[in-house]
């Protein structure tokens, strides 16, 4: 017996120092080469361990470094794996943009055995990504966005309805998400979900499914982002595989009936069918499947966020309220409604949107894959291939270098250009050829939420609205750990 225990304690100091070695000459990466890397990475979770035990975002702790190491660019381990933090702007914008072909790709891989994520624009890598962001890209023109735009306004009015019905404290994120999934169900799906009719409708279930806080989700996601090559032997899945093959029925459904229809419905789907049509473009209904639950997923949260973050400055800030909605009843005024033209004349409260995703970027970090050796301009230093960089977007937003008094909510800060001419800093959609497809669509759907709430309802605090706000560990978009409970009561 003591021997079976005196040998199995060698095994594991073994195994052990065995470990310890690895990592000690894994954590030497970037001395090497003479890249600064703070100390501190420990044994398996390296300098991620904050991240991994959710004890903060994954945003928080770029953020961390960002603030605490003045330096260009810093050099962090994740699981012993090399990642660099760019910090500084002028090398960020060569990274987004001048030599984007050199970080084309994503290191995000979209989970182990998932039927449509790989057909994603957000996890495709290299040529396939650009041939399917070409065509993608000429579904969401102004154009087209005009012409699915009276499906905005219904789900806008659906939403006053709902309002109008619970006057009350409501958990502003999740009513908005209502909002959100009816947009984005009726013009990527060509449904409607109704989601403002039932508590809990399935539909509702499996949308919240999608983002909630759940261990399955802050494990795979945060596989799927930070620790890539063992994504093939584990295999989880980035979304829940049984909530995928729900939403794809749904679409596959709707696909269908529309071949027996000859109605025209201007939605993605049928923008989608035309481009097949005409375009000579080989992609079968599992890819096409695959686009609009990009679209969908893509799109209904951060989207949510957007709407949700900035209901709550105007409910902390009501003097801020009263200026976007004054601005919005003269413009109801000017246009004879909220039409698609009103919502492009909107000086305020695209301010005071900038400024909320400035605070709160629903997608608070960006990052991207070197697939080539590069040299950093004006050093010896090369990134190598296959590197993975990530881009500090709530460090840069909060910076007061880039924006004086950073927590303070100031739309003011927007009201002329931000002059990003020499190096980037301000990045809520991203930026480059690999920004944000929907943004047209996301501010539009985010500026008719916002006109359809303030000039219909007051939005103020409660006693349970969180001040500040704590960022939710394990969801990697921005969330509240406790929603954003804030009351609306109809304006007299
Ligand atoms: C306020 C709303 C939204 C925000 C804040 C947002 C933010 C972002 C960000 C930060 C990225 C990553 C960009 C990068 O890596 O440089 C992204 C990618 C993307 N977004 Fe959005 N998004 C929003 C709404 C939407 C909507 C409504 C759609 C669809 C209609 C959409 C579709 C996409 C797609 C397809 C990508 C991947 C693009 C690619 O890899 O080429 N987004 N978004």
Redesign the pocket.
């Known amino acids: 017996m003591m021997l079976t225990f005196a040998l199995a304690g060698f095994a594991f100091f073994l195994a052990f120092c065995a470990l310890h070695f690895y990592f000690s000459y894994k954590h030497k990466y970037w001395q090497k080469r003479g890249v600064y890397s703070p100390g501190g990475a420990k044994l398996f979770f390296s300098h991620f361990a904050d991240v991994a035990l959710m004890r903060t975002t994954s945003a928080e702790w770029m953020k961390k470094f960002y603030d605490q190491i003045d330096r260009d660019y810093i050099g962090v381990y994740i699981f012993g794996d090399p990642y660099l933090i760019i910090k500084n702007s002028s090398l960020l914008k060569s990274v ?1 943009i001048k030599d984007f072909n050199y970080f084309m790709d ?1 290191n995000v891989t979209p989970g182990g055995h998932e039927r449509y994520s790989p057909y994603m ?2 996890f ?1 890598k290299g040529s396939t ?1 650009k041939v399917n ?1 070409q065509r ?1 890209t000429p579904a ?1 023109t102004s154009g087209k966005l005009r012409s699915m735009f009276p499906l905005f306004v219904e789900s806008s009015q659906e939403m006053v309805n709902y309002l109008e019905r619970n006057q009350t404290v409501l958990e502003a994120r999740d009513m908005v998400a209502r909002y959100t999934t009816d947009v ?1 169900s009726k013009t ?1 799906f060509g449904i409607n979900p109704h989601s403002f009719d039932g508590e809990n409708s399935k539909f509702t279930v499996n949308r919240r499914a999608l983002f909630g806080f759940s261990w399955r989700n802050a494990f795979a996601q945060s596989l799927c982002f930070f620790k890539p090559d063992w994504v093939p032997i584990l295999k989880p899945n980035f979304f829940d595989p049984l909530v995928m093959d729900y939403f794809s029925d749904i679409f596959l459904a709707s696909l269908e009936a529309r071949t027996t229809k000859n109605k025209a419905y201007s939605d993605l789907i049928d923008v989608v069918k035309e481009l097949r049509k005409n375009n000579d473009i080989q992609m079968d209904d599992r890819q096409f499947c695959g686009h609009a639950l ?2 969908f997923m ?3 949260e ?2 949510s ?2 709407i949700s973050f900035t209901l709550y400055a105007f409910a902390l800030y009501p003097h801020i309220q009263e200026t976007a909605r004054r601005e919005a009843e003269e413009l109801k005024e000017k246009y004879g409604g909220f039409t698609y033209e009103a919502l492009h004349d909107t000086p305020y409260l695209d301010m005071c949107i900038n400024e909320s ?1 400035r605070i709160y ?3 608070a970090f ?3 894959k070197c697939i080539e050796n590069y040299r950093i301009p004006g050093t010896d230093c090369v990134i190598e291939k296959d590197t993975a960089i990530l881009i500090p ?1 709530l460090g840069f937003h909060m910076d007061e270098k880039y924006f004086p008094e950073p927590e303070k909510f100031d739309p003011e800060r927007f009201r002329n250009r931000l002059d990003q001419s020499s190096g980037l800093y301000y ?6 050829p ?6 047209r ?3 539009l ?2 500026k008719l939420a916002l006109v359809s709430i303030i000039t219909n309802f007051e939005v103020t605090k409660c006693s349970k609205t969180p001040v500040p706000v704590v960022f939710e560990p394990r969801s990697f978009l921005t969330q509240s750990n406790v929603g954003i409970p804030i009351k609306f009561a109809k304006l007299r």
Not at 427 to 432: A, N
């Open positions: 987004l994503r624009m957000f495709q990504w962001r993608i969401l984005i990527a990009q679209i893509a799109g209904f951060t989207t966020g957007a995703m970027p629903p997608l960006l990052e991207r977007t990045l809520p959609f991203g930026e480059g690999r920004n944000c497809l929907g943004e669509m996301g501010r759907s985010v």
